[in-house]
């Protein structure tokens, strides 16, 4: 997961450079397209299964995951004009803990309660809605791409506990389910003409191999080993670092508000995760 967020985190930084260079679907579609044959070859190289998996729990997951997701963050992202719009897609985990337990009935305990808690407000700082929410469309964008990032990942928890499936395989195919998917966008919603050059290269490369290729197959190993409220608050590393970064890189000066913020989602983060650890541990090794 602590690669997962860097990878994510950095990702960020990628996109913001790259708003005027490429259309968010073409950016959307062409990071998956090209991310499908470089997992196809590790598969193929490792002599690893190509075999497609469940077909109605992967296309759901291959939806809102890795296509409305990734389409409307970008649409959000492009359209506000703010960066503090992109960090309501990571209300993920309060969705996700949501569909859990509606759909996979994971009750989360009183420690997960108190660390989404925390984690809530300090996303709240992050997002300081208070300073206002750029577009209200956009907002509503962004919010809705987290509703299917979450509901996304618990079909995929779902499909991993019915079945025993290779984890590489299926974000092969979730790569290329994505493309397809977004393909028909690039074509009727009118997008910037894409401006090829080294730079566009570059981010495409990051974007497809280190966010997509790899960073989507680190996700699904987290999604598979744990439950769905632990992988879900987890990905509350990307908007800190996100934070981060952006106060490093781009000069974006974090306030205060979100300096707080980023120590309660770290408070939140450790509170979940020692539950989901003390859970697995005999009482021996616990102690």
Same mark, same amino acid.
């Given at each position: 997961?602590?690669?997962?967020?860097?990878?994510?985190?950095?990702?960020?930084?990628?996109?913001?450079?790259?708003?005027?260079?490429?259309?968010?679907?073409?950016?959307?579609?062409?990071?998956?397209?090209?991310?499908?044959?470089?997992?196809?070859?590790?598969?193929?190289?490792?002599?690893?299964?190509?075999?497609?998996?469940?077909?109605?729990?992967?296309?759901?997951?291959?939806?809102?995951?890795?296509?409305?997701?990734? +389409?409307?963050?970008?649409?959000?992202?492009?359209?506000?004009?703010?960066?503090?719009?992109?960090?309501?897609?990571?209300?993920?985990?309060?969705?996700?803990?949501?569909?859990?337990?509606?759909?996979?009935?994971?009750?989360?305990?009183?420690?997960?309660? &108190?660390?989404?808690?925390?984690?809530?407000?300090?996303?709240?700082?992050?997002?300081?809605?208070?300073?206002?929410?750029?577009?209200?469309?956009?907002?509503?964008?962004?919010?809705?791409?987290?509703? +299917?990032?979450?509901?996304?990942?618990?079909?995929?928890?779902?499909?991993?506990? @019915?079945?025993?499936?290779?984890?590489?395989?299926?974000?092969?195919?979730?790569?290329?389910?994505?493309?397809?998917?977004?393909?028909?966008?690039?074509?009727?919603?009118?997008?910037?003409?894409?401006?090829?050059?080294?730079?566009?290269?570059?981010?495409?490369?990051?974007?497809?191999?280190?966010?997509?290729?790899?960073?989507?197959?680190?996700?699904?190993?987290?999604?598979?080993?744990?439950?769905?409220?632990?992988?879900?608050?987890?990905?509350?590393?990307?908007?800190?670092?996100?934070?981060?970064?952006?106060?490093?890189?781009?000069?974006?000066?974090?306030?205060?508000?979100?300096?707080?913020?980023? &120590?309660?989602?770290?408070?939140?983060?450790?509170? &979940?995760?020692?539950?989901?650890?003390?859970?697995?541990?005999?009482?021996?090794? @616990?102690?």
């Amino acid at each position: 997961m602590a690669l997962t967020v860097g990878l994510w985190g950095f990702s960020w930084i990628v996109m913001k450079t790259m708003v005027p260079l490429i259309g968010p679907f073409d950016l959307v579609m062409w990071r998956y397209l090209i991310a499908f044959p470089v997992l196809l070859i590790m598969l193929l190289a490792t002599r690893q299964t190509l075999a497609f998996p469940p077909l109605w729990l992967t296309l759901g997951t291959a939806v809102f995951q890795t296509m409305a997701f990734q +389409c409307l963050s970008q649409l959000a992202l492009v359209t506000g004009g703010a960066g503090h719009v992109v960090m309501l897609a990571y209300t993920m985990p309060f969705w996700m803990a949501l569909f859990a337990w509606g759909l996979l009935g994971e009750k989360p305990t009183k420690r997960h309660v &108190v660390g989404f808690v925390l984690a809530g407000v300090g996303l709240t700082g992050i997002i300081a809605p208070w300073q206002g929410l750029g577009s209200l469309t956009a907002s509503f964008i962004a919010l809705a791409g987290g509703v +299917c990032w979450g509901l996304g990942a618990v079909l995929a928890k779902k499909m991993f506990q @019915r079945h025993t499936l290779n984890v590489l395989t299926v974000t092969m195919w979730q790569m290329l389910l994505g493309a397809v998917l977004t393909w028909p966008f690039t074509l009727i919603i009118p997008q910037r003409p894409i401006v090829w050059g080294w730079e566009l290269s570059l981010g495409l490369a990051y974007m497809a191999v280190g966010a997509s290729a790899l960073g989507w197959w680190l996700w699904m190993s987290v999604v598979r080993r744990v439950s769905a409220s632990v992988a879900g608050i987890s990905s509350l590393g990307v908007p800190v670092l996100t934070v981060i970064l952006a106060w490093l890189l781009l000069d974006e000066r974090p306030s205060a508000a979100e300096v707080g913020g980023i &120590v309660l989602i770290l408070a939140g983060l450790v509170i &979940v995760t020692s539950a989901g650890m003390r859970r697995r541990l005999p009482g021996a090794a @616990r102690r």
